[in-house]
């Protein structure tokens, strides 16, 4: 063959998306967005080792709309990537390859993450109006 008319790999345009790739591509978003958050945690943390005026900026960032918002993104990416990371070890054990499991499976993670976000925040602001 020449070196001309060599066939191109099929790529994201030849074929339709799936919900198993649609979910490891998110898979690995939420992997990206955990590295976000680890920074974000830095930042909180150490922001307590330099006294109340550091401290307090922190807690305002993370205490406004977006900050809050941008926690329950972060909730939502660990929760996330945990389920569908349980998902690949059994995947990787030999388990769930079935079309009707995997999207099953891609469903439960979906359901799971976006409910143990919400009863997270739940029980964060319900302890919260405790005190």
Do not use: C
């Not at 926690?71 to 995947?91: D, E, I, K, Q, S």
């Not at 409910?115 to 997270?120: A, K």
């Amino acid at each position: 063959m020449a070196p001309g008319n060599r066939p191109l790999s099929p790529h994201l345009q030849v074929y339709r998306p799936q919900i198993t790739s649609i979910l490891s591509i998110i898979h690995r978003l939420m992997g990206v967005a955990l590295v976000g958050g680890a920074l974000l945690f830095t930042f909180w943390i150490s922001a307590a080792t330099y006294g109340p005026e550091v401290f307090g900026f922190a807690q305002w960032i993370l205490g406004s709309w977006f900050g809050r918002l941008v926690l329950f993104g972060m909730t939502f990416a660990l929760y996330y990537h945990l389920a569908n990371g349980l998902r690949h070890m059994a995947w990787d054990l030999g388990y769930g390859f079935d079309m009707p499991t995997l999207k099953i499976t891609g469903a439960i993670v979906v359901v799971f993450s976006g409910g143990m976000t919400i009863l997270t925040f739940a029980a964060a602001y319900a302890v919260r109006g405790m005190h």
